[in-house]
């Protein structure tokens, strides 16, 4: 089981960035899925979820009207657009697939697969 992130980099205050998780090994369409992101110094924080279906979504409050979770469940990935983007977003970003189909968890507990994670740095 595999969930490779990709999108991240570089960008100024203001910018965007779309970053995808492909899973690979096994379906997840059926799951919940999630990013969180790690800032250095920092714990791991939730910043979006999204169901199975793509029915619900949650979002961290400080990035709600700016990012959008979204997810193609015929390729087996989701996206997370990155729009507005200020340089508190600064951190590495990781995607992960929730134990259940409905959640929408903001807990790390909640999730059991996890990507390697994709660097998004901006500059203010």
């Known amino acids: 089981v595999q969930l490779q992130a990709s999108g991240g980099g570089m960008v100024q205050a203001g910018g965007s960035l779309r970053l995808s998780c492909a899973a690979s090994?096994?379906?997840?369409?059926?799951?919940?899925m999630g990013w969180f992101r790690q800032a250095p110094g920092k714990e791991r924080e939730f910043v979006a979820a999204?169901?199975?279906?793509?029915?619900?979504?949650r979002y961290l409050d400080s990035v709600k009207g700016r990012f959008t979770i979204s997810r193609d469940n015929a390729k087996n990935t989701v996206y997370l657009e990155m729009n507005s983007l200020k340089h508190e977003d600064t951190a590495v970003y990781y995607c992960?697939?929730?134990?259940?189909?409905?959640?929408?968890?903001?807990?790390?507990?909640?999730?059991?697969?996890w990507g390697q994670g994709t660097q998004v740095t901006v500059s203010s």
């Open positions: 992960a697939v929730d134990r259940a189909s409905l959640s929408v968890s903001p807990f790390p507990s909640n999730y059991h697969y």
């Open positions: 090994g096994r379906t997840f369409s059926r799951y919940a």
């Open positions: 999204i169901s199975w279906n793509g029915g619900s979504a």
